[in-house]
């Protein structure tokens, strides 16, 4: 079974001393590296997103159980005054 995955082109624009450098490696495939580049700062931004969406998550849990505390110690505090 072979997956299809549709590529799209985009235009990248550099100065003409960073394009008479390249053309000094030609043994580089430009394209690759970029491509390679955007792969992985977009899967670096996908998983800080993620990560960022669960510290929410625990965040507002660690807020109900530190609140929760704050009762139980009230109602313990009530009852030893009695």
């Keep these: 079974m072979f997956l299809h995955i549709k590529m ?3 235009t990248l624009s ?6 008479e450098t390249m053309k000094k490696f030609p ?3 430009w394209s690759g590296l970029v491509r390679t580049c955007i792969t992985e700062k977009a899967k670096t931004l996908t998983l800080k997103e993620e990560l960022l969406n669960d510290l929410s998550k625990e965040k ?6 530190v609140n929760l505390g704050k009762k139980a110690k009230k109602g ?7």
């Design 27 to 29: 043994e580089i495939n």
């Design 14 to 19: 550099v100065s003409d001393e960073i394009r």
């Design 60 to 65: 507002d849990f660690n807020e109900w159980a």
């Design 76 to 82: 313990r505090l009530k009852s030893i005054l009695k």
């Design 8 to 10: 799209v082109s985009i």
